[in-house]
């Protein structure tokens, strides 16, 4: 199954370096293949959240991986959603 997982950031400020390794590295874990992910902007180019396209093998795989994000564990978040994404193009 495929899933979306789309976090808003409370602020666009920097991310500490600190963090943004631990991102990477939870990024390449090896149990589930992510497709995509990349930065939200918003209007004005500053990051406004994260988006991460993923495979697990079913929803319960999928809230594992969205509860270990740095991100989230940080507190970053003002919101985010876990959605199962069907490809229609493409």
Do not use: C, T
């Amino acid at each position: 199954m495929q899933f979306v997982w789309m976090g808003f950031l409370k602020s666009s400020d920097p991310i500490q370096p600190e963090l943004q390794q631990q991102i990477s590295g939870f990024l390449q874990q090896p149990y589930i293949h992510i497709e995509n992910a990349g930065v939200l902007r918003n209007a004005e180019g500053g990051r406004a959240g994260y988006l991460v396209i993923f495979e697990a093998e079913n929803r319960s795989a999928a809230e594992a991986l969205v509860r270990e994000s740095p991100l989230r564990g940080a507190g970053l978040y003002s919101e985010f959603h876990l959605l199962e994404y069907q490809e229609e193009v493409g």
